[in-house]
């Protein structure tokens, strides 16, 4: 247990559906990330969260959408994926925002994601 | 562009030594961390380096070289738990994170 508790941890979906993904850290932080990782590559980095403001990665497509009602939770919100999203998306948090330093990332577990 | 490499995989044996490498071409520097994932888990933090030089935390150390964009982690006395993904990362002039893809490391008996 990392204290950043993603939910579900495995997730099947069709094209068609609309699912959600949620995100749970009570370590006081005051940032959070959404990453999607997928074999051999990079993490790449679809949003964050600092102090409530949210600075999104321009090249995350619209079917991805982010909410973040407070500083302890954050969803992603999926629409009409298609099976190249397929990935293991993952919910860090960090003490500060972005632009203030090198921040620790503490992560969740992550969610295993299949689009079929 | 910004770049970060490392091998995609290594094999080592159970109490030996393995060095993994990283190189960077990024804009600016801030900083360079690596990050274990042991598979279907958390990346969990291991180390941060921002000056030049080696920092020792038990048994795995971490070095930075700025002027070769260069760093490694050295895992020594190598238990069966170290099998797991390494990640290097660093932090780029805007602090934006820019990550490699990860080295699988294999620990055999």
């Known amino acids: 247990e990392t204290g950043v508790t993603q939910t579900p941890r495995h997730l099947v979906m069709g094209m068609t559906n609309k699912k959600s993904l949620k995100c749970e850290q009570h370590l006081g932080h005051n940032a959070m990330y959404w990453y999607k990782q997928s074999a051999k590559k990079p993490l790449e980095l679809m949003f964050v969260y600092s102090l409530e403001e949210r600075v999104e990665n321009n090249s995350v497509p619209s079917r991805f959408s982010p909410e973040c009602p407070n500083s302890s939770h954050l969803f992603l919100h999926l629409h009409t994926l298609q099976p190249e999203d397929s990935a293991l998306y993952l919910c860090a948090s960090s003490q500060d925002g972005v632009s203030s330093g090198a921040n620790v990332l503490t992560f969740g577990a992550g969610s295993r994601l299949t689009v079929l | 562009g910004q770049n970060i490499d490392q091998p995609t995989e290594m094999t080592a044996t159970e109490g030996a030594i393995v060095q993994i490498n990283c190189t960077y071409q990024t804009s600016g520097f801030n900083g360079l961390f690596w990050y274990q994932q042991h598979a279907g888990e958390a990346p969990t933090f291991l180390s941060y380096?921002?000056l030049d030089g080696l920092e020792e935390k038990g048994r795995f150390s971490s070095f930075l070289s700025r002027s070769k964009g260069y760093s490694y982690l050295l895992l020594k006395e190598l238990q069966m738990k170290d099998s797991a993904s390494y990640l290097c990362?660093?932090?780029?002039?805007?602090?934006?994170?820019?990550w490699g893809a990860g080295t699988k490391l294999i620990i055999k008996p």
């Open positions: 380096n921002v």
């Open positions: 990362a660093v932090l780029d002039s805007n602090y934006q994170l820019i």
